[in-house]
């Protein structure tokens, strides 16, 4: 089946057809560690800490119990195929992964099955499922605002998705030199752990501008951390002043809007 043919959620400002092709196009590959989605795979232990940390000092929770998220409603916003969506609901939290990609929504689906897990992924957008008055505790957005067309409609939609106070946990690039070097350079042309054409790297966001684009949006940022890749061990880990590549964001929804 041709991406073309392919049912795709496309019908919101934030989605980029030809992104969501690209994504379709890998979607039987998630969960091999060694496929294209290496870096995620590496990147996650770092960023399920910083998820699951940041999630229970905002609800006041305890990191070492089994399951810390109990209670807690989590949107998976651009979840693919739910590297993400999987562990937070073995943390205890009641998960949605939503993706405007179908394939990456079956692959998703078939992985949770044949780890029993209970997941409700569905093939929609931020901002399909903001209209649909769906609300959540928290959300996770990562690795998806440098592939979204329309930033100011994606994070209304977000906004809007929260409760009040609820927090969004967000990861992305950095647009500088070093990111052009080593997430486009590196790692498409170099490393070739990614396909050539998974980054455009005009459409990184600084973490001031990202920031910004919260602000304006109604959210207040709690939180900012590099994470920097160790060459040596091929191990990541979380950095309080090395925002140059990999960074992530905890932001709060004020109540005002
Ligand atoms: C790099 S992947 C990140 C996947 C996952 N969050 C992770 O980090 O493992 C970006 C995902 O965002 C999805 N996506 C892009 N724009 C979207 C939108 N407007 N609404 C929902 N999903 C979107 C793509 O289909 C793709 O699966
Ligand atoms: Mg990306």
Known sequence: MTAASEKTSSASASVDPAEIAHFSAMAATWWDPKGPFKPLHNLNPTRI??????????????????????????????????????????????????????????????????????????????????DAGEKFDAILNMEVIEHVADIPSFLTACHGLLKDEGCMVMSTLNRTAKSWIMAIAGAEYIMRWLPKGTHDWQKFLKPSELSRALRSTGFETLDLKGMVYHPLSGEWSLDDHDFSVNYLILTEKKQDG
């Open 49 to 130: 800490a910083f998820a699951r940390d940041s999630l229970c000092r905002h609800f006041n929770r305890d990191p070492k119990d089994a399951e810390p998220l109990q209670g807690l409603r989590i949107l998976d916003i651009g979840c693919g195929g739910g590297l993400l969506t999987e562990p937070m609901t073995r943390l205890g939290a009641t998960m949605v992964g939503a993706d405007a990609s179908e394939k990456n929504i079956k692959t998703a689906q078939a992985h949770a099955n044949d780890m029993e897990l209970d997941i409700d992924y569905r093939n929609i957008t931020a901002e399909e499922l903001a």
